[in-house]
């Protein structure tokens, strides 16, 4: 063995090969890069990723931690472009669409920190490396608190997050009101020092307006009570609200920092739209037409959508809207065709954060039958090089070619080999962000 080590060190020191931390092997490695590799394992030293091919010999030295694949498939980190993480680790096991429960008060800095944990556990057992969360500031208390983004930083210090994390400061109340005032005041508020990798603090959320089950989605389309909904933004009417929605797009802008709009009906994605610019992206996008979906795609604007939300509430629209306006609410078939910049995301806890049911969700919105291997490949870079994209993080994340973050996750089937619908009950094995293992199944 002693002489086996000696032969493959001097090996690597002709090649001038340095030893990698991990190397996967013996399975089926999905890039995702640009050339679209497909590999038979890789190799990780300092938290990237060093080589991918079929032979990594030249890679391993006697300190290297070498696993065998054994025919399983690795994926790039899932990254959730909306996923209230404290929230989720509140409330877990028990999504908000689904039995009552009381979830788990957040008020003190120990209740934060417990909740932020319990959402890296959940995230790293289903391959999650990477999450935005969308929605903390001084307007709001509990899971959505400025106090949770220092809890954050807190856990960075310490090395303890297990996922990377983007957060969107939020000033307003969440699914309410919020006022341009409160607004720039937020702007001018301190935040923890941010890392790029780790704890971006990159953008904002705006709310425009809530949801059509509610009733509170601002369209054209009339509620059976005869109202249309209205912006959230404060304002006497319809005109100044949405000169006030403009004024705090343009505010952040001027800060430097992308933005999120929530909105739903299409008279709150016209608004915000007409001020939105390439990097910016719309959340939810319900009763988005097709004619603002052409305008996003030339703009390089992007959409944030959860397709299991979809299916679960078109019911409900139909009961607000009627069964013509569901059957059109979410037109994600047109999303693709038109080359919106598209990220799936769970936007849990309302519904599970198990990307799988959400690919499957998607599968069923665009009615695939069988396996449908170029589909899902286009799906799963929604939850991975465009959720990266959307992060401001494409240039280092998002794919697994060399010198990208090692952030990974290990599934017991290769999901282009499965139909959209049995992806679900496929195991994740093992989850692995910046070349460390998060997850071991």
């Not at 030893?19 to 890039?31: E, F, K």
């Not at 679960?312 to 059957?327: H, S, Y």
């Not at 990208?404 to 619908?421: I, N, Q, S, Y």
Request: proline share 6%; hydrophobic share 45%; with cysteine.
């Amino acid at each position: 063995m002693e002489e086996k080590v000696q032969v493959r060190e001097e090996t690597m020191t002709a090649q001038r090969i340095h030893p990698a931390d991990l190397v996967v092997h013996g399975g089926v490695v999905h890039t995702f890069g640009s050339g679209g590799t497909v590999a038979g394992g890789l190799a990780v030293r300092n938290g990237r990723v060093a080589a991918v091919g079929e032979d990594l010999t030249a890679h391993i030295g006697p300190d290297t931690e070498v696993l065998d694949l054994a025919g399983r498939t690795v994926l790039p980190g899932i990254n959730d472009a909306h996923l209230h993480a404290t929230w989720l680790g509140a409330r877990w096991p028990h999504p908000l669409l689904g039995a009552p429960h009381e979830e788990t008060p957040v008020v003190t800095a120990g209740d934060r920190r417990a909740a932020i944990l319990r959402a890296g556990d959940v995230c790293a057992a289903l391959g999650i490396t990477s999450y935005t969360e969308p929605g903390l500031g001084p307007g709001e208390t509990g899971c959505f608190s400025a106090e949770v983004l220092d809890e954050y930083a807190n856990l960075h210090r310490e090395g303890r997050l297990r996922a990377r994390v983007t957060v969107l400061r939020l000033f307003g109340l969440l699914d309410g009101a919020s006022s341009l005032p409160d607004f720039a005041r937020g702007l001018g508020t301190a935040v923890p020092a941010a890392d790029p990798e780790w704890l971006a603090v990159s953008g904002v959320k705006i709310f425009a307006d809530g949801i059509p089950p509610m009733r509170t989605a601002w369209t054209h389309h009339c509620y059976a009570d005869g109202t249309h909904g209205t912006l959230l933004v404060d304002g006497p009417d319809d005109g100044e609200r949405a000169a006030n929605l403009a004024a705090m797009i343009a505010l952040a802008h001027d800060a430097g920092l992308v933005v999120g709009v929530h909105a739903t009906g299409e008279r709150s994605i016209e608004a915000a739209l007409a001020h939105l610019r390439d990097g910016d992206h719309l959340v939810h996008g319900d009763l988005v037409t097709p004619a603002q979906l052409r305008r996003m795609a030339e703009r390089g604007v992007g959409l944030t959508t959860q397709p299991a939300i979809a299916t679960a509430m078109r019911p409900m629209v139909a009961t607000a809207l009627g069964e013509d306006v569901a059957a059109k609410a979410w037109p994600l078939r047109e999303v693709l065709d038109l080359g919106v910049r598209l990220t799936l995301s769970s936007d849990a806890p309302v519904v599970t954060p198990d990307w799988r049911v959400h690919l499957a969700a998607a599968g069923e919105l665009l009615g695939a039958r069988g396996v449908t291997p170029e589909l899902t490949a286009r799906l799963l870079r929604c939850y991975t090089t465009e959720a990266a994209a959307q992060d401001g993080s494409a240039a280092w994340k998002g794919t697994l070619e060399p010198g990208m973050a090692a952030d990974f996750c290990v599934l017991d089937e290769d999901p282009l080999e499965v139909a959209l619908a049995d992806l679900p009950p496929v195991a994740v094995g093992l989850t692995v962000t910046g070349g460390r293992i998060v997850h071991k199944g």
